[in-house]
């Protein structure tokens, strides 16, 4: 047996199996998305969006039979020989910490059809973050991408391969065909990360939980290709919130270290530890360069200019670019403008407060409840004052209580707590909750995936092992206590 064979043997055991994907639920769900177009370029193709593709034959969503399974694994460790199999197979979680050592982003494959790559009119391709795939909704491509069908796939094959929650990712891809003329780059220059973590995308959430999701970015050109910088790039005492100072961070350090790059056509996966910019031309002739990325993240893409696919029937809002610097692909949205008065309690702190001589309730109040559209984004407020922002997955009900404000429930949460009265209304069963009684200013991250926000006077409930917010008069006029 040689020593791909055996490595395959004792390390396909550990990977998500093919089945997996289809056993699995959506542990987390998209986040919103929207987009607005950036100034046109009159050189760009206005896609039509008249057709889209049969994605069906693409298999983008069907587990890999075990045969190919293990054909992948085993290519991708002979193309990556010289890595640790966990760091080409298992998906990290964020930590600083990634940059103490170097870091490469993994080589998937090569692509064969390179015409169709390559492909471009007089007019070329131009867009960023566009949603090809959202939870809930499925993929959705239009007929202009039909030349990067294999791209699409490599990637989402690799992907299932490494990620267990699959099914909860959304999908972006960005294409890039401008020309490049001599000693210029075809995008921003500088040494940077893609899909960074800090106090702009989810801090609420770096604190509260020791293990965050990262995102999966595929690139691959057909010339002038990325370069990387392995690094190392310890932080140290630098502040990660610090975005200039982590880009600086990064070019001081990469001028003295190795720099790779891969042959055109070759798709790479990294994550957010991997430290890259573009390639500059230094032909003295223009350079007709196509350029994909591909994203598959938990998050929603929400900088204005982003990519628009009318395939998609939604609307959310958008956060301004700033054209003087780079900007982070998501950030959380100023829902609560006050969030820093808010002190942000863990689970483990949650649950400390249900010790203390908790006391029971019964709901007693009727909603009324819709099926709620899957993708719709929901903000929960009472007298101005907004509570959490929740997203409607597949088979979720919109509910709205006696004081008016509404909500996104489960089904099978609907089911539990109430049962079918008329006119729409749903009667509260025989559910008992514990709950306590807010004496500060707290913020926590809730069942539903979102930042919740309370103030004094406000309840906390424990129902069945899940600690959410009740605001003050929605408690007190849906809730009867027990002795």
């Known amino acids: 047996m040689n020593a791909i064979s055996t490595q395959l043997k004792s390390f396909v055991s550990i990977l998500p199996k093919p089945s997996l994907q289809t056993k699995i639920a959506n542990k987390f769900f998209a986040k919103p998305y929207a987009s607005f177009p950036i100034v046109k370029d009159p050189n760009a193709i206005e896609i039509s969006f008249k057709k889209k593709v049969n994605v069906t034959s693409w298999k983008l969503d069907t587990p890999l039979e075990l045969k190919e399974h293990k054909k992948l694994i085993a290519q991708t460790i002979k193309k990556n020989s010289d890595r640790e199999l966990v760091d080409i197979f298992v998906k990290k979680f964020w930590f600083i910490s990634s940059f ?16 169709a790559f390559s492909s471009r009119s007089d007019k070329y391709l131009l867009f960023m973050d566009m949603p090809i795939k959202l939870v809930g909704k499925g993929w959705q491509i239009p007929n202009e991408l039909e030349p990067y069908r294999e791209v699409i796939k490599k990637s989402a094959d690799f992907e299932k391969t490494i990620n267990p929650y699959f099914n909860g990712c959304n999908v972006y891809i960005t294409i ?27 801090e609420d959430e770096v604190k509260a939980y020791k293990f965050i999701e990262t995102d999966s970015i595929y690139l691959v050109s057909d010339s002038i290709p990325t370069q990387f910088c392995p690094g190392p790039f310890s932080f140290g ?35 957010p530890e991997c430290v890259h910019q573009v390639g500059f031309n230094k032909t003295n002739k223009t350079i007709n360069r196509t350029f994909v990325k591909i994203t598959y993240s938990q998050n929603f893409l929400n900088r204005q200019g982003n990519g628009l696919n009318p395939l998609f029937d939604v609307n959310w809002p958008m956060y301004p670019r700033n054209a003087d610097k780079r900007n982070h692909v998501n950030i959380i949205g100023d829902y609560f403008p006050d969030s820093a008065d808010y002190q942000l309690l863990n689970d483990m702190q949650l649950r400390n407060l249900f010790k203390k001589n908790p006391k029971k309730a019964v709901k007693v109040a009727s909603i009324n409840a819709i099926l709620a559209t899957p993708g719709e984004i929901l903000q929960t407020s009472y007298n101005g004052f907004a509570t959490t922002v929740n997203i409607a997955k597949v088979g979720d009900w919109k509910v709205t209580s006696p004081c008016g404000d509404q909500y996104f429930l489960s089904s099978e949460t609907m089911q539990k707590i109430y049962r079918p009265g008329k006119n729409g209304t749903f009667i509260p069963k025989d559910s008992e909750v514990f709950f306590v009684k807010i004496t500060e200013k707290i913020k926590l991250l809730a069942p539903w995936g979102s930042l919740q926000f309370l103030r004094p006077g406000d309840f906390l409930v424990k129902r069945q092992g899940e600690i959410y917010g009740i605001l003050h008069d929605d408690f007190v006029n849906a809730y009867t206590l027990l002795d």
Do not use: C
């Not at 065909?177 to 995308?201: L, Y």
């Not at 975005?243 to 001028?255: D, I, R, S, Y």
């Open 100 to 115: 103490d050592k170097k870091n490469y982003p993994t080589v998937v494959g090569v692509i064969k059809n390179k015409k």
């Open 237 to 271: 005492k630098l502040n990660p919130n610090d975005t200039e100072k982590v880009l600086q961070h990064f070019e001081t350090l990469a001028k003295d270290k190795e720099i790779i790059t891969y042959a055109p056509y070759t798709l790479v996966r990294m994550g």
């Open 176 to 202: 890039d065909q401008r020309p490049v003329k001599p000693n210029e780059s075809q995008r921003r220059p500088g040494w940077h990360v893609d899909s960074f973590i800090n106090k702009e995308t989810k």
